[in-house]
């Protein structure tokens, strides 16, 4: 099977979840996490997702799903323990053009969710079509235990770093080489730290040109 990888801006974007429970627990933390509007169908809500209903978070609709749920959505999450309701869930979805994933039956499922490991803005994504969930899990927690915790910390002073580059160099093969090298250095927010010393060398020896009238 041969899947496209992206990372995809679901910010206000409407999605809809089919169901309440254990299953669609964390496809609808997932969602949220990236600041997706979401509306939760089904007729029975478990504690945490009620909860999540009652601060606003989401949007709860106490019933059974019926034809017609998916107009205007951008995704939708098939979450039942009822595969009967998931895959009609997945027929109105391939009908109208909504991408869709049915939890635990990768033949019904558009797109999958992935092992993330995160670190701030750094996001790692894992996935076996669908083929090892559990290996996906296991591989997400290896690289949990090699990645320094303060990573997330260290990329936002190199992304700070880095439009300071960007801001001062043209656009040519010095500016790309400087960047490269950055990425290989310890980064920090203070002014006399190595990279930004670097960066601010490079800078005055290297000064941008400008156009002559």
């Known amino acids: 099977m041969s899947l496209f990888p992206i990372f995809l801006k679901l910010t206000n974007r409407p999605c809809v979840v089919i169901g309440a429970g254990h299953l669609a627990e964390s496809k609808i933390a997932s969602l949220r996490a990236a600041d997706a509007s979401v509306t939760v169908i089904a007729p029975r809500a478990n ?64 797109f999958y969710f992935p092992s993330i490991v995160r670190r701030g803005d750094l996001q790692i994504a894992i996935s076996t079509a669908g083929n090892s969930p559990a290996l ?12 320094p915790l303060d990573l997330g910390e260290w990329l936002a002073d190199l992304g700070n770093l880095r439009r300071e580059v960007v801001a001062a160099e043209p656009l040519n093969e010095q500016r790309r ?12 927010a203070y002014d006399q730290c190595p990279s930004r010393l670097l960066a601010r060398e490079h800078a005055l020896t290297n000064p941008q040109q400008t156009e002559k009238p």
């Open 177 to 188: 080489l400087i960047l490269h090298e950055l990425a290989q250095r310890q980064v920090c």
């Open 136 to 147: 996906a899990q296991q591989l997400r927690k290896d690289l949990n235990e090699q990645l």
């Open 47 to 110: 504690e945490v997702i009620s909860e999540l209903a009652a601060n606003g978070e989401i949007t709860l609709d106490r019933r059974p799903y019926r034809q017609g749920d998916l107009a205007g959505a951008f995704l939708v999450v098939a979450a039942t323990d009822d595969p009967a309701v998931n895959r009609a869930v997945f027929a109105e979805a391939t009908a109208t053009g909504v991408l869709c994933n049915a939890v635990d039956d990768p033949p019904f499922c558009d």
